[in-house]
């Protein structure tokens, strides 16, 4: 019985070639290794031959499929003994390797052979040598992932892209590896996806939407042209498999831009798992190749994804979210949408903002600002008679347009460039001061003028403050050097003003494209009138007055306007009524007052 279920028991020819392997020729490739394990396995009587292969994949770790695979089926006793071409096919790790070796396979009743090393696991002799062969191995990795980070630096420095192939959207220059040209029939996808982020969709929305239409997802469209490394391993009978996370890779990527982006990652060892470095250890190499999508639109996707949109009990999520700011602290504006129960049974829809400042506090029975309240669809008229009456004046007279935006800019942008050089220079100054500060307070600690815990808190004190100033030149320089770099491109707003001449509605992506912020100060009422300034900055121009022309009303529209306007005169002068009714009862209520108390004084 024993007899009979070894025979049942599969020989395991397992074939590994990584892609530096790939390097040393013909004589290592997967089909070479096969044919020669087939032919040593038919030669010594071996029965029931199984491959596991990994091509493609590092002997650094064992983090294989092929191979979890045969140790799986080790583990469930369907395997009665192992064969390798030699001992580095199996792995150059030589404490892992040493462990399958000497521990596992013997545990689990394997017999183990390395043709080109002579190593056969019943063959004690030939197993002497077996820990060294593991140890040169491992140096041979060593000495490779050397030379390897080596060679990725300097290319990495030099300013070419150090990815193994081009990422979606791109091919290799047939005349230059290291130069990516744009993949005419992937691009239109690329700039689709990074259009519907601008309209406002989610990176899972545009996923269904991409999966709806179907279209080939990145890792499909890729392997079917033989490229990218999920080529062996993708299942190919899904083309159209759309991921939110693929979506959101797509559109993190700068790379699109038309510059080169190295060293967002590393490993300090060739045993680790690569890890995120952070942004200041990247280096960027500027316009390496053509663009896919421009700086504006890539930036303005960033914005867009980034915001999050709460979908509300409308089922829609509102595009302003985000946008709208509090003019006195600054902060965001919450949207809030409410139901209100009529009485003839209908249902009313109230969505409105106002400031998260005021909202948050309100809750804990203190006031740190006032509501701002101001309606959504008044919000939205406002900003959609904004952006057609700048884009027609704009659209009229482009000129007078470009003149005026010019003019407005140059003297906003000399003004806040000369609030960020005084910044600095006083930044700078009490820097420098507390430069000597600090020094001559080391001088009082070493003449033991002043105690060590002292010494050690002001020191701290002193310092931290410091950092704090070199961040804030930092940033104000950044602002100044854009500032003096700045051309405001109105073209870029009149080719806007173009792509929506006829709108007349608002939607998500034209409010993304159109408006860069929008701030709400607080109301003021004077009787039954509340009026409200709301400063609309859009991109490219900013906040801009524009002469407005009184609009000529037709005879239905004027009688409209008067109905309007004797009804708001009818209304205040009821409100100012009550206002006088509201007075003289106060008044006669406080001589009420008074009268008693007089009465008492006279008594007594």
């Known amino acids: 019985m024993a007899i009979k279920q070894a025979e049942q028991r599969i020989t395991a020819l397992y074939e590994r070639l990584s892609r530096d392997d790939e390097l040393a020729g013909e004589s290592n490739s997967i089909s070479n290794q096969k044919s020669l394990l087939l032919s040593y396995a038919t030669q010594h009587g071996f029965s029931n031959c199984v491959h596991y292969t990994d091509d493609g994949w590092s002997g650094g770790n064992f983090d294989r499929p092929a191979w979890k695979q045969l140790v799986g089926d080790i583990e469930e006793d369907k395997v009665a003994a192992v064969l390798v071409k030699d001992m580095s096919r199996l792995g150059r790790e030589y404490l892992q390797t040493g462990y399958y070796t000497e521990v596992f396979f013997r545990q689990h009743n394997i017999r183990f052979i390395a043709i080109a090393n002579n190593i056969d696991s019943e063959d004690q002799n030939s197993n ?195 946008l709208v700011y509090c003019a006195d602290c600054g902060e965001r504006l919450y949207n809030h949408c409410r139901r209100y129960n009529l009485a003839d049974g209908t249902e009313r829809i109230l969505s409105y903002f106002n400031c998260s400042t005021y909202t948050l506090t309100i809750q804990r029975e203190k006031t740190l600002c006032c509501s701002h309240y101001i309606n959504n669809d008044a919000l939205n008229e406002l900003l959609l008679m904004t952006i057609r009456t700048v884009s027609k004046y704009a659209l009229r007279d482009e000129e007078d347009f470009i003149r005026r935006i010019r003019s407005t800019t140059e003297v906003k942008q000399a003004n806040e460039a000369k609030a960020l050089q005084r910044s600095i220079a006083k930044a700078k100054k009490r820097s420098a001061e507390l430069d000597v500060l600090i020094k001559r307070l080391y001088e009082s600690y070493v003449l033991e003028k002043l105690p060590e815990k002292r010494y050690e808190a002001l020191s701290a004190e002193y310092e931290q403050e410091q950092a704090e100033l070199e961040e804030a030149i930092a940033q104000d320089q950044a602002k100044l050097d854009a500032y003096q770099a700045d051309s405001t491109n109105v073209e870029a707003f009149i080719q806007l003003a173009k792509k929506y001449r006829d709108v007349q509605e608002l939607t998500p992506g034209m409010v993304n494209e159109f408006v860069d912020k929008i701030i709400v100060h607080a109301p003021v009422k004077d009787g039954v009138e509340r009026t409200q300034q709301v400063d609309i900055y859009l991109r490219f121009i900013g906040l801009m007055d524009i002469p407005l022309e009184e609009p000529e009303l037709t005879p239905e529209q004027q009688a409209e306007q008067d109905k309007i306007m004797k009804k708001r005169a009818m209304y205040r002068k009821k409100y100012l009524r009550r206002k006088e009714l509201k007075a003289a009862r106060e008044t006669a209520a406080a001589q009420a007052e008074e009268e008693p108390d007089q009465d008492t004084k006279k008594s007594a």
């Open 128 to 322: 002497e040598f077996t820990p060294f062969l593991n140890i040169m191995n491992e140096w041979y990795l060593r000495d490779q992932s050397r030379k390897t980070r080596t060679a990725f630096q300097q290319k990495g420095r030099s300013g070419k892209p150090v990815t193994n192939a081009p990422i979606y959207g791109f091919i290799r220059d047939p005349e230059d590896k290291d130069h990516w040209l744009i993949d005419e029939e992937a691009a239109p996808v690329i700039r689709r996806i990074y259009q519907l982020s601008i309209d406002g969709l989610g990176s899972c929305d545009i996923a269904k939407t991409l999966q709806r239409e179907k279209i080939e997802s990145p890792g499909y469209y890729m392997a079917k042209r033989n490229r990218g490394s999920r080529k062996t391993t993708l299942d190919m009978t899904r083309p159209y498999d759309w991921y939110g996370q693929t979506v959101t890779s797509i559109l993190s990527k700068p790379e699109y831009m038309g510059h080169t982006f190295n060293f967002r990652s590393s490993k300090k060892h060739y045993k680790d798992k690569r890890v995120k470095n952070p942004p200041e250890e990247w280096l960027i190499f500027e316009n390496t190749h053509d663009a896919i999508v421009d700086p504006e639109t890539w930036h303005l996707a960033q914005r867009t994804r980034t915001t999050r949109r709460r979908i509300d009990t409308t089922g829609v999520a509102n595009p302003l979210t985000g």
